[in-house]
């Protein structure tokens, strides 16, 4: 399914990308626009500072970003987080807080979440795709 929306890429998507990940990056290169969170940011940032390269690794990082749009936990995406946790809560299908943080940012921009991350499934009124 060639990309054509906008798209909130996951951390694991843009590991997958640095590595090589054929689909990924064939899908990254068609997506009409791609946004990350703030919380990707720093899962990333923080795999670059633990990595036996963080410099070399933090500059890769930099000129990825320089093109991406990068979204901000504001009010109303907490207002989103809160709805979605509790709503797992109900469920009995608690998540990782950063992955309700990047979940409530997609849906309140009205994004796809591209991730490899099936639990994403657990959060209603998510659209996901696996690349």
Same mark, same amino acid.
């Given at each position: 399914?060639?990309?054509?929306?906008?798209?909130?890429?996951? &951390? @694991? #998507? /843009?590991?997958?990308?640095? @590595?090589?990940?054929?689909?990924?990056?064939?899908?990254?290169?068609?997506?009409?626009? /791609?946004?990350?969170?703030? #919380?990707?940011?720093?899962?990333?940032?923080?795999?670059?500072?633990?990595?036996?390269?963080?410099?070399?690794?933090?500059?890769?990082?930099?000129?990825?970003?320089?093109?991406?749009?990068?979204?901000?936990?504001?009010?109303?995406?907490?207002?989103?987080?809160?709805? #979605?946790?509790?709503?797992?809560?109900?469920?009995?299908?608690?998540?990782?807080? @950063?992955?309700?943080? #990047?979940?409530?940012?997609?849906?309140?921009?009205?994004? &796809?979440?591209? &991730?490899?991350?099936?639990?994403?499934?657990?959060?209603?009124?998510?659209? &996901?795709?696996?690349?």
């Amino acid at each position: 399914m060639p990309a054509t929306g906008k798209y909130l890429v996951d &951390t @694991n #998507i /843009v590991i997958g990308y640095f @590595n090589g990940d054929e689909p990924i990056v064939a899908f990254l290169m068609r997506a009409k626009t /791609v946004f990350l969170s703030a #919380i990707v940011v720093g899962e990333l940032y923080f795999g670059a500072a633990k990595s036996g390269r963080p410099a070399a690794n933090a500059t890769m990082l930099d000129r990825f970003m320089a093109d991406r749009a990068v979204l901000s936990r504001d009010r109303e995406v907490g207002r989103e987080y809160g709805q #979605i946790k509790k709503a797992l809560r109900v469920k009995g299908t608690p998540l990782p807080d @950063n992955d309700i943080w #990047i979940a409530a940012s997609a849906i309140h921009h009205d994004l &796809t979440l591209a &991730t490899r991350d099936r639990h994403f499934q657990q959060v209603e009124g998510l659209a &996901t795709e696996a690349w």
